[in-house]
């Protein structure tokens, strides 16, 4: 797998052809795999059981999103390093989550995912610009607090946090760094396709509202960490819900109607508002967040993240964007699985039918994603010959 642009040495890797797929693959089989442990009674495989399914999806598939998304063209040998670094941890996680390997290697890959991809974000000059960086480090981290909680300060500290509450931190770090990312990929686009049909848009990345989500998301962050002050964290949701709807709707995509691609990523974006919105109304009710986060990891992650996976896959090999079965496929069964999670509620175990149907939902969705991916990566190759 080589880069995509002739004039680029061979021995340079786009990440994303690499760890896309991979990721697709890792969501696919996860989901299902974490119900069937449950329900069956088997207890296998053993990793995703309780947390042990979160933990793979934020610190396995999310963080293998960011590094396609992130780390471009890289020497094969540090793209290998981290590949191999990535299957290891997955593998250790899904078949002995205690084990000393589980524990470290999963750790290891964020650090050394930070430590590749968070200074590249470091030259540019606006804060706005250079938070990314950041956002991406603090989601690692999650993964090495993660550790902490659940090995070396487990019974040590008192009182430590739990592994619920590192897990409901970094869902809202993911909230924060699709708001960021997605936002910025959404504004250009939009931008672009109505500037041809001489519509002006001026509210594009819109600074304030993108600087104010930038402030209110970590502080919800933070106070995810301390249960007194719920409701805090709370009202911050609600208050970046509005706010991200409001961006949305001064993008002006009722005249991208011809653009499905825009729309889907645009939907992708709203699930963000309403995974913040109805986790911030749970906290201020003092009701369990878990159902409404699924909306957050569900309906915005599985929009977005195919939708983008897809985009530049098709962008790369075919200098197009992807046709409009998918990507409305693609929010369809996303919307599916969104809503039949949260239906589920907080016993989900109890509601067996709603849960396979969440689960083959999004599993079917990330299968064919997976399978398009390898068709296009070996289309580009071709066009390369």
Request: proline share 8%.
């Given at each position: 797998m080589?880069s ?8 340079n890797?786009?990440?994303?052809w690499?760890?896309?797929p991979?990721a697709?693959?890792l969501?696919a ?9 449950a329900l069956?009674?088997?207890g ?11 933990h793979?999806?934020?610190?396995g598939?999310?963080?293998a999103?960011?590094?396609g998304?992130?780390l ?5 040998r ?6 191999l670094l990535?299957v ?6 899904f078949?002995?989550p205690?084990?000393?390997a ?8 964020a ?12 030259a540019?000059k606006?804060w ?5 960086g950041?956002?991406i480090?603090?989601?690692c981290l999650?993964s090495?607090?993660?550790w ?14 739990a592994?619920?509450?590192v ?5 809202i ?10 936002g ?21 990345v ?8 930038l402030i ?12 007194l002050?719920?409701?805090?964290a709370?009202f ?11 961006r949305?709707?001064?993008?002006k995509l ?6 499905p ?6 939907l992708g974006?709203?699930?963000l508002?309403?995974g ?9 009710q ?8 699924h909306?957050?990891?569900?309906g915005?992650l599985?929009t977005?993240?195919?939708?983008v996976?897809?985009r530049?896959a ?6 197009t ?13 996303m ?6 999670r ?7 175990f109890a ?11 999004w ?23």
């Open positions: 080589t995509d642009n002739p004039g680029m040495p061979r021995k890797i786009h990440a994303f690499l760890f896309f991979a697709s693959v969501a089989l996860a989901v299902p795999l974490s119900v069937y442990s069956s009674g088997t296998w495989p053993p990793g995703l059981l309780g947390s042990g399914h979160g793979e999806l934020i610190f598939f999310a963080l999103l960011i590094a998304y992130t471009g063209p890289q020497p094969r540090i793209l290998t390093s981290l590949f990535w290891l941890a997955r593998i250790s996680w078949l002995a205690e084990s000393l589980a524990q470290l290697l999963s750790p290891a890959f650090l050394l995912l930070a430590r590749h991809t968070v200074p590249r974000f470091q540019a606006k706005r610009n250079r938070v990314a950041p956002l480090l603090a989601l999650l090495v607090v993660f902490l909680v659940k090995g070396p300060l487990n019974g040590f500290i008192s009182p430590a946090p592994a619920r509450d897990m409901a931190a970094a869902i770090g993911l909230l924060l760094l699709m708001t960021f990312i997605a910025r990929i959404i504004a250009p686009a939009v931008a672009g396709t109505l500037e041809k049909r001489g519509i002006p848009l001026e509210a594009r819109q600074p304030r509202i993108e600087g104010m989500l209110i998301l970590p502080l919800a962050l933070a106070l995810t960490f301390v249960p002050v719920a409701p805090g709370g911050l949701l609600v208050a970046a819900a509005v706010l991200i709807v409001v949305t709707s001064r993008w009722w005249h991208c109607k011809d653009r691609d825009l729309l889907v990523l645009a974006y709203l699930w508002a309403a913040a919105g109805a986790t911030g109304f749970s906290l201020l003092g009701t369990d967040p878990v159902p409404s986060m909306l957050i990891t569900i915005a599985g977005l993240s195919s939708s996976m897809l530049l098709w962008q790369r090999a075919r200098r964007t992807p046709p409009a079965w998918q990507v409305i496929g693609i929010a369809i069964t919307a599916i699985a969104a809503f039949a949260l239906n589920a509620g907080v016993t989900p509601e067996p039918d709603l849960l396979w149907l969440s689960a083959v939902s599993s079917c969705t990330y299968a064919l994603v997976a399978l398009q991916l390898v068709v296009l990566f070996r289309h580009s190759q071709n066009r390369r010959k």
